[in-house]
């Protein structure tokens, strides 16, 4: 089974509403997307494409290349036709792998179930054909092996990545509530920044969306802070093609001249916090860390530049009354400090969003964990432009 060199389809999923910002990525890779949904894009290639995604993406949680896809009634259907898939050519006999599924049948009580019977086909088919079997457990740390099955469609995978591709690999110390690497992606790269203007992050917690600017404004890519995928575990791994590419994304970092991206926090241990994983990702010095009330942080004046807030919103963390008058003096803080600016809030409480008093120009939607949000962009113009019109409808 020549996965390396054979075209088969990939499933590369995300988080719910991030489908948008990955296909720009993917598109931008070179490939053409052959389906597009909430979760994920879909195209055809070959493992070696999946290396190649791997160590890109940034938006992306697994990347997925399909094995089999066949008609399933029971868990015994499952078994029978799973045990004919030649694992032998996959999965070493002395190696490891581990089975993740998301099961929506009513034979299945729970995915564990179906996860044994996806093990139980590999091992004996292995156990039959090389007189050995591999070890198996739930760590994603050897071959990955997927199944989805809703109602009588079933399809078996290869999970190239293992470990999520969302989490980029730098974040030591997550802080209070932290923002999904993958998501402060997603929603940078759908702003307007250039990514050599100013970068301005107040109340930046653990610095998520600091380093994530840095990261993307000097194309230093996730995949090169990350050393072990599930690819690397499947025989005829091309491990000279990987070492390939990896060098070369190293060697397409750069340095914009000039790039300011300054995080602020009231927090000094938030700003310590932050410091430490902004150097594990290798950003530390391109990013201007300063303790102080948000409305105290430095706002350089140059054409093109961006702020960006992600402030509690009483969902997880917070009060929501106290909250009222943080959203207003945002409000004030963009109106009265940030001209020329283009400014973003991401929030995930719509009726607080009202207490800013500025009409975003455009509101952008993302799921963080389970909470519907939005990113609002405000056009907070130089001139003699009014900005500072209120709201009279619903966010």
Same mark, same amino acid.
């Given at each position: 089974?020549?996965?390396?060199?054979?075209?088969?389809?990939?499933?590369?999923?995300?988080?719910?509403?991030?489908? &948008?910002?990955?296909?720009?990525?993917?598109?931008?890779?070179?490939?053409?997307? !052959?389906?597009?949904?909430?979760?994920?894009?879909?195209?055809?290639?070959?493992?070696?494409?999946?290396?190649?995604?791997?160590?890109?993406?940034?938006?992306?949680?697994?990347?997925?290349?399909?094995?089999?896809?066949?008609?399933?009634?029971?868990?015994?259907?499952?078994?029978?036709?799973?045990?004919?898939?030649?694992?032998?050519?996959?999965?070493?006999?002395?190696?490891?792998?581990?089975?993740?599924?998301?099961?929506?049948?009513?034979?299945?009580?729970?995915?564990?179930?179906?996860?044994?019977?996806?093990? !139980?086909?590999?091992? !004996?088919?292995?156990?039959?054909?090389?007189?050995?079997?591999?070890?198996?457990?739930?760590?994603?740390?050897?071959?990955?092996?997927?199944?989805?099955?809703?109602?009588?469609?079933?399809?078996?995978?290869?999970?190239?990545?293992?470990?999520?591709?969302?989490?980029?690999?730098?974040?030591?110390? &997550?802080?209070?509530? &932290?923002?999904?690497?993958?998501?402060?992606?997603?929603?940078?790269?759908?702003?307007?920044?250039?990514?050599?203007? &100013?970068?301005?992050?107040?109340?930046?917690?653990?610095?998520?969306?600091?380093?994530?600017?840095?990261?993307?404004?000097?194309?230093?890519?996730?995949?090169?802070?990350?050393?072990?995928?599930?690819?690397?575990?499947?025989?005829?791994?091309?491990? /000279?093609?990987?070492?390939?590419?990896? @060098?070369?994304?190293?060697?397409?970092?750069?340095?914009?001249?000039?790039?300011?991206?300054?995080?602020?926090?009231?927090? !000094?241990?938030?700003?310590?916090?932050?410091?430490?994983?902004?150097?594990?990702?290798?950003?530390?010095?391109?990013?201007?860390? /300063?303790?102080?009330?948000?409305?105290?942080?430095?706002?350089?004046?140059? /054409?093109?530049?961006?702020?960006?807030?992600?402030?509690?919103?009483?969902?997880?963390?917070?009060?929501?009354?106290?909250?009222?008058?943080?959203?207003?003096?945002?409000?004030?803080?963009?109106?009265?400090?940030?001209?020329?600016?283009?400014?973003?809030?991401?929030?995930?409480?719509?009726?607080?969003?009202?207490?800013?008093?500025?009409?975003?120009?455009?509101?952008?939607?993302?799921?963080?964990?389970?909470?519907?949000?939005?990113?609002?962009?405000? /056009?907070?113009?130089?001139?003699?432009?009014?900005?500072?019109?209120?709201?009279?409808? @619903?966010?």
């Amino acid at each position: 089974m020549q996965v390396f060199n054979t075209k088969s389809k990939i499933i590369i999923t995300c988080h719910k509403w991030l489908s &948008p910002a990955l296909s720009k990525e993917v598109l931008d890779l070179g490939f053409v997307i !052959d389906r597009t949904f909430q979760t994920g894009v879909e195209i055809t290639g070959t493992v070696v494409d999946c290396i190649k995604l791997n160590l890109n993406l940034r938006c992306a949680s697994q990347v997925m290349y399909s094995l089999k896809s066949f008609v399933c009634n029971d868990p015994n259907e499952l078994y029978k036709n799973l045990v004919n898939v030649a694992w032998e050519e996959l999965i070493a006999k002395d190696g490891y792998f581990s089975v993740t599924s998301n099961v929506f049948h009513p034979t299945i009580q729970t995915n564990l179930f179906a996860n044994l019977r996806v093990k !139980d086909a590999i091992v !004996d088919r292995m156990r039959d054909t090389t007189n050995s079997r591999p070890s198996s457990g739930s760590e994603l740390t050897g071959a990955v092996v997927y199944l989805f099955w809703k109602h009588e469609e079933a399809e078996i995978f290869l999970d190239t990545s293992g470990e999520t591709l969302a989490k980029h690999g730098y974040r030591k110390l &997550p802080g209070k509530a &932290p923002m999904l690497e993958a998501l402060a992606a997603a929603t940078i790269l759908s702003t307007k920044w250039n990514k050599t203007a &100013p970068f301005v992050n107040p109340m930046c917690g653990s610095g998520t969306l600091a380093i994530e600017a840095a990261l993307i404004a000097t194309n230093r890519v996730p995949g090169l802070l990350r050393t072990n995928y599930a690819f690397m575990h499947i025989k005829g791994y091309l491990e /000279e093609y990987y070492l390939n590419v990896r @060098n070369t994304l190293a060697a397409q970092i750069h340095q914009p001249e000039g790039l300011k991206i300054i995080a602020s926090d009231l927090s !000094d241990k938030a700003i310590s916090i932050a410091k430490i994983n902004a150097a594990v990702a290798g950003v530390e010095d391109l990013i201007e860390f /300063e303790v102080g009330d948000f409305a105290a942080t430095s706002i350089p004046q140059e /054409e093109g530049a961006i702020i960006m807030f992600n402030p509690e919103y009483g969902e997880r963390l917070g009060d929501e009354v106290e909250l009222n008058a943080t959203y207003a003096r945002m409000g004030d803080f963009l109106k009265n400090h940030c001209k020329g600016y283009t400014g973003y809030i991401f929030t995930g409480n719509l009726d607080l969003a009202k207490k800013i008093r500025l009409k975003p120009s455009r509101r952008i939607e993302f799921y963080n964990a389970t909470i519907d949000c939005r990113l609002l962009e405000y /056009e907070l113009y130089a001139g003699t432009r009014r900005i500072d019109k209120i709201e009279s409808t @619903n966010q």
